[in-house]
């Protein structure tokens, strides 16, 4: 008897405390209507738990960054090329070879990229909308490929330049900014051949 009253006591407290535990309905709709009308508390939560924390960890990466980052000795073109340990012919070829690669890269897959964008354009229509995701998707990264070949094909045109003309710190003037001003950088990109 003692044991069915105990049981009959605790069987109450469990009922009291799911009771407590579950908001009513009344409760319940209002919670929900108001998140419809006001989504701005959605927001703030948001913004709470992933966008600030995100936030101030980029901002102590910068700050780390920036108190690891130590001045940069500025050499002259003679002192440049010694530290590389190479002569001057060895880099030159070495650059114009992981130029011309890169303008075979950049050429080669610029034309598909083209294609495919057209075409994703041409049939979105009639596609699935999962095949036009994945066709975006292999089209944006064919473009970033792209992107970086005609970057690198500029880094090297520069080295050449660097190279060729004997200057590399800014009081020879040959830093990138000089070598924009005074040659025509995007029609030496899409030039298969090197002007240096």
């Given amino acids: 008897m003692q044991n069915d009253t105990q049981q009959a006591a605790s069987e109450s407290v469990a009922n009291d405390s799911a009771e407590r535990a579950k908001p009513s309905t009344a409760r319940r709709v209002g919670q929900i209507s108001l998140a419809i009308i006001n989504p701005f508390s959605d927001l703030a939560v948001i913004y709470r738990t992933g966008i600030k924390p995100i936030g101030t960890k980029l901002q102590i990466l910068r700050t780390q960054f920036e108190r690891h980052q130590s001045p940069k000795e ?13 002569s001057v012919e060895q880099l030159q070829s070495g650059f114009r070879r992981l130029r011309r690669i890169w303008w075979l890269l950049m ?4 034309p598909v990229a083209i294609f495919l964008l057209l075409n994703i354009f041409y ?4 596609l699935p909308m999962q095949t036009v995701l994945r066709a975006i998707a292999v089209d944006a990264a064919l473009v970033t490929l792209v992107m970086l070949s005609v970057a690198k094909v500029m880094n090297n045109d520069y080295r050449l330049w660097q190279l060729t003309t004997r200057r590399v710190s800014l009081d ?9 001003a005074e040659q025509r950088i995007w029609r030496q990109v899409v030039s298969p051949f090197t002007a240096y």
């Avoid at 020879?172 to 924009?180: I, M, V, W």
């Fill in 172 to 180: 020879e003037k040959g830093t990138f900014q000089d070598y924009a």
């Fill in 123 to 126: 049939t979105a229509s009639s």
């Fill in 74 to 86: 500025s050499l002259t073109w003679a002192q440049a090329v010694a530290c590389t340990g190479q």
């Fill in 107 to 110: 050429v080669g897959i610029s």
